[in-house]
């Protein structure tokens, strides 16, 4: 991390940016000031208040689509940033009383000074990943919404047969519309994907792993930032919520090691759903579960271990960049009698069934 002389602390609100600046000793050199959340105002502030660019280090809260101008504005004028966790500054703050967007730029900047060599310096996904992730989310709605016309058994209760035959006439019809609408957005989404190399590349790799399909495969692309967001999948693990973590203190406390609630809970949910399927459909995953259930470990931690297990595939997938040679052992998909059922041999059996006679 470079040495900066200037540390700006911006607190983002939907129409308004409150920023203040500290040097290193945490004295207020640029004074606290408000613009408007607009890209507009975000370069003219950097161009009057005529900073040094390469010693100025600006920290701001994930705010999500809220510090969207703010960062690209930033990125475009090559001024490093760093978006932070709004509760990884508020539990850093101590005690603290009182509140103001004022203060809290102030307590943002302060945050830098003190965590300067914590801090990892942000930067502006990808257009087509900041398009993919707006698709989704999306079609996380439309799906939402086809779940909520589609239950009426409450309704049931309460309303006539007349009634609810109506009304169940009506939501088929807008379920209908739902419906093409989503398959309409899943078409972007494919097309988005194959028409990026580097995202379409990465996307089929992560699909070879047993578990992981069309929903986990492009989920993992957005949180990832095509994989150049997480160095391993133990990080990545910890942001999805599998990774598991001690609960202990001095002699008297020995709780049980569990995983944190802590976490990306859609990127948890898909990994459970992809582990629940692996281990129908994968041999040696059924085998491993069976045999630690019969040990006598939890099923909930041996379920846990499957997630944690697809994570590490997948990242060794996309460091070798060749499906074929980083699994210990080959896949072959066998289907007969059309049954999809996913054969995995060792590769000590391939090279024998392989083996020419002699």
């Known amino acids: ?56 280090l600006v920290v701001f809260e994930n705010t999500g689509i809220y510090g969207h101008n703010l960062s690209q504005v930033l990125s475009q004028a090559d001024v490093d940033f760093a978006e932070v966790s709004a509760l990884e500054i508020h539990r850093s703050l101590g005690i603290n009383r009182g509140k103001s967007d004022k203060k809290d ?14 801090l990892e310096l942000s930067h502006l996904a ?20 086809i779940g909520q016309f589609k239950s009426i058994k409450e309704s049931e209760l309460f309303l006539s047969k007349d009634m609810t035959r109506e009304l169940a006439r009506s939501n088929d019809k807008l379920v209908r519309g739902l419906k093409k609408a989503l398959k309409e957005v899943e078409s972007l989404i494919s097309k ?55 609960y202990q203190s001095g002699s008297s406390i020995h709780g049980r090691t569990k995983v944190s609630h802590l976490a990306d809970k859609k990127l948890k949910t898909l990994l459970n759903m992809g582990a629940l399927s692996v281990m129908k459909c994968d ?56 049954l999809s059922f996913i054969i995995e041999y060792d590769l000590a059996l391939v090279a024998e069934v392989t083996k020419t006679p002699k």
Do not use: W
């Open 283 to 338: 041999y040696q995953m059924r085998e491993y579960y069976d045999r630690k259930v019969a040990e006598g470990k939890n099923k909930m931690l041996v379920l846990n271990n499957l997630r944690n297990k697809m994570l590490s595939h997948v990242f060794a997938v996309k460091i070798d960049n060749n499906h074929t040679l980083t699994h210990t052992n080959l896949l072959f998909k066998i289907y007969q009698n059309s």
């Open 105 to 118: 730029a102030f307590s943002i900047a302060k945050y830098a000074i003190s965590h300067l060599f914590e």
């Open 126 to 145: 990808d257009y087509d990943i900041n398009k993919l992730k707006l698709l989704y989310c999306q079609s996380e709605k439309i799906v939402k919404a």
């Open 192 to 246: 988005l994907i194959k028409s990026n190399l580097d995202l379409d590349n990465n996307y089929n790799l992560a699909k070879t792993v047993p578990g992981i399909g069309v929903q986990l495969a492009t989920y993992l692309i957005i949180v990832t930032h095509n994989f150049t967001r997480f160095s391993n999948s133990r990080k990545l693990a910890c942001f999805g919520g599998v990774a598991p973590f001690p």
């Open 1 to 56: 991390m470079k040495n900066y002389s200037l540390f700006i602390g911006i607190d983002i609100s939907k129409s308004t940016l409150d920023i203040i600046g500290l040097n290193p000793q945490s004295q207020i050199t640029l004074q606290h000031l408000v613009i408007a959340n607009t890209r507009l105002a975000v370069k003219q502030f950097l161009k009057k208040s005529a900073i040094d660019k390469s010693s100025t």
